[in-house]
């Protein structure tokens, strides 16, 4: 198989698990259950199947992942100079409770169930739901709390 065909399908399969991954399954990344690394580790095999083809050669698997790091490197240096890419590349927030008031529809998007958030606020140390100003669904998939009661930051 020749270097450029290598090149091209690292960069398909590298650009097609990439927006899987960003658009569809955004909350999973955040925290890594076995299921979850089962998932990724049938994800890169089922990958690596469509990258490689009939390539078997040393040459042909170092071409391969030099493409796959030239892109991951790209994407992150692109991120960090032009915020339009940041904004494709990284997912915003979501607001899952604001003042104490459950956000629904926020929550069925991503599949977040009650007992889910009730844990997370239960973690955090927080007394229920009522004391609980903003909770939000991070970019990294983390689920983060701010408090009613904690204090805020002087200038």
């Known amino acids: 198989m020749s270097p450029l065909e290598l090149v091209l399908r690292g960069t398909l399969m590298y650009w097609f ?57 790209m994407l992150d240096f692109m991120s960090f100079q032009f915020p339009v890419i940041q904004r494709f590349t990284s997912a915003p927030r979501l607001c899952l409770v604001r003042d104490g008031k459950l956000q629904r529809r926020n929550m069925r998007r991503e599949f977040i169930t009650d007992e889910e958030l009730n844990a997370k606020i239960r973690q955090e140390g927080v007394d229920g739901l009522a004391n609980v100003k903003r909770m939000y669904l991070e970019a990294d998939g983390e689920i983060s709390l701010i408090s009613k009661d904690e204090p805020k930051a002087t200038a």
């Open 17 to 73: 698990l990439f927006i899987l991954l960003r658009f569809i399954l955004r909350r999973d990344v955040g925290s890594l259950g076995i299921s979850d690394f089962l998932f990724v580790v049938i994800i890169g095999d089922a990958a690596q199947n469509g990258m490689t083809g009939n390539a078997t050669s040393a040459t042909d698997g170092m071409v391969l992942i030099g493409t796959l790091v030239f892109w991951s490197y």
